[in-house]
Nanobody
Framework: QVQLVESGGGLVQPGGSLRLSCAAS????????MGWYRQVPGKERELVAR???????NYADSVKGRFTISRDNAKNTVYLQMNSLKPEDTAVYYC???????????WGQGTQVTVSS
C-alpha cells in the first residue's frame, strides 16, 4: 500500500506562483518514478511533469519554462514549482507514483489550483 499526500494548492492570481508537494509513504521501493498530473472537468487527466529517481524529467509543452519538478529521494517527496501561472493552469493536480517493477500506478487525493484575478 502506497499513500500519496499532496499539499500546496490554493488560489493565486495570474502571473503568481505556487509550490506543490507530494509525500509518499507506505510500501515504498527503490524503483519508481513520480510526477504530477492535472484534470479539469470534462477533460481527461493529463501529464504535467514527471521525474525519475536519477533526476530525468519530462514536461508537458504547455508548462515548459514555467514549471519545475524536483524530488527528494530520502523523503520520498516530489515537488512542483509553478511560476507564471495562467488561468488555464486551473485544475486539480494529482501526484502520481509508478512502481517500475509492476507498472502499478498510485494516486494522491488531488489538490486544487485556481488561477484567477
Amino acid at each position: 500500500q502506497v499513500q500519496l499526500v499532496e499539499s500546496g494548492g490554493g488560489l493565486v492570481q495570474p502571473g503568481g506562483s505556487l509550490r506543490l508537494s507530494c509525500a509518499a509513504s507506505g510500501s515504498i521501493f527503490s524503483f519508481y518514478t513520480m510526477g504530477w498530473y492535472r484534470q479539469v472537468p470534462g477533460k481527461e487527466r493529463e501529464l504535467v511533469a514527471r521525474i525519475t529517481r536519477s533526476g530525468s524529467s519530462n514536461y508537458a509543452d504547455s508548462v515548459k519554462g514555467r514549471f519545475t519538478i524536483s524530488r527528494d529521494n530520502a523523503k520520498n517527496t516530489v515537488y512542483l514549482q509553478m511560476n507564471s501561472l495562467k488561468p488555464e493552469d486551473t485544475a486539480v493536480y494529482y501526484c502520481n507514483l509508478v512502481r517500475l517493477t509492476t507498472g502499478t500506478n498510485y494516486w494522491g487525493q488531488g489538490t486544487q489550483v485556481t488561477v484567477s484575478s
